[in-house]
């Protein structure tokens, strides 16, 4: 019966609070059960309104879910959905998996060896406008070159609600909208084969992505420039150019875009319904392209995922 799988969100930070919570407490396809977080007071705030119960202990909080969703960075996530996995929960994952290829691909491997239904959240990828395009010019290529860019100021602007986040600093945007870019890529030009990457100045980084199907793309990034300046992504090929629609209101799109992958992940653990292109696989391969890029932007030579 729609409605019947319990879902729980695991973190309180500014993406839960913004996206996975909210879409979550909307969501006609699942209960809203419960939210882990590290603080107890931050905790019930966060699901203060909603049918979800705070939790502080992990073992509790499993215990009333189903499907697990997981907002916390990659680094804590992949061990946290190990932990949902192995106790025969299913998971709706943030990009990227993991910084670790080999963390992500064991990840993804364990879940399909225990038949557990999974997804990873690009945010486009489930978002109708953008999965309409995509549909459309998968049947309209083949595309031989493909584009995407992003520049942003949230590792210099104090004023922005990620400023404040550790592991993007660490990281940069190639790990933070990297994914993003490489994923939208991918869901028309398929997978990458092979990797060439150059760092500039700062946080910039440049990517040249050879695809299995022989188109190559190229992705350019950078999240520390004095003002935003916009980016995109497009496709060129013998049909001309083309281009998904533009975004006007992130957060409500993205919020839309949940509901959809929770109404996509209900379906699959209710109905068999066939697996989504964004599961655990798909998000292995898209980090296993992101560590090819930092290795070849160290090697200077092309890499292998």
Partial sequence: MPGALRFGVVGTGPWARAVHIPAAAASPRIVFAGVLGRDAARTAAAVEGTTAAPFVELAGFLDGVDIVGLAVPPETQVELAEAAVLAGKHVLLEKPVAVSPDAATALAELAEARGIRSLVFFTHLFSPDFAAWAE?????????????????????DSASVFHGSAWRHERGALWDVGPHAVAQLCAVLGPVASVLARRGEGDFATLILEHEAGAVSTVSLAADLPVAIPGGTSLLGPRGRTSPPAIADWNATARLAYTAALAQLADEIENGAEAHECDLMFGAHVTR????????????RPEIP
């Fill in 289 to 300: 392209v992101l560590a090819a890029a930092e290795r070849s932007a160290a090697s200077t």
């Fill in 136 to 156: 459309r010019a998968r049947a309209d290529g083949p595309w031989t070159h493909g584009r995407a860019e992003s520049y942003s100021s949230t590792l210099v």
